[in-house]
């Protein structure tokens, strides 16, 4: 019959494990650090579009009594945004080129001065621009 023989267990190094843990930690946090680093390189902002840098067709703001419009002059008519919604053409009417009209929304221009109209309603003074 065999006997077991006894094994000889060595206490583990404390010391040496707990710095290799530490060296560990370490190690991962640099690692960490340079991917963080890496990340925050790779991102650049995108820039917004600028109104009126670049574009042909810049786009003014009013406020029309209560109206909000977002308005591109393009020469043979203008484009306007109703409170935010689809912009709507409305082509330029009369020699003058300063009234832009579809037959039921109006804008007219006139010394620098805006006014919109709907229908047959009499038109209201703009801010903005």
């Known amino acids: 019959m065999r ?14 494990d707990t710095a290799r843990v530490k ?14 680093w890496t990340l925050a390189a790779c991102q650049q902002p995108i820039p ?10 810049p786009v003014s703001s009013y406020v029309c009594g209560g109206t909000r ?3 591109r002059l393009m020469g043979e008519s203008a484009s ?21 009209s579809n037959g ?11 006014s919109w109209a709907v229908g047959r309603a009499t038109p209201v003074a703009c801010t903005g621009g």
């Not at 006997?3 to 040496?16: E, R």
């Not at 917004?48 to 067709?57: C, L």
């Open 69 to 71: 419009l977002a308005v």
């Open 104 to 114: 039921r929304q109006t804008m007219f221009i006139e010394q620098g001065r805006t």
């Open 80 to 100: 306007v945004s109703v409170d935010g919604a689809a912009a709507i053409d409305l082509p330029a009417i009369g020699k003058s080129g300063t009234t832009f």
């Open 48 to 57: 917004g579009p600028s109104i009126g840098v670049g574009n042909p067709h």
């Open 23 to 36: 060296v560990q930690r370490i190690l991962c946090s640099i690692v960490g650090m340079f991917a963080i």
């Open 3 to 16: 006997t077991a023989q006894p094994m000889s267990i060595t206490p583990p190094n404390d010391a040496a």
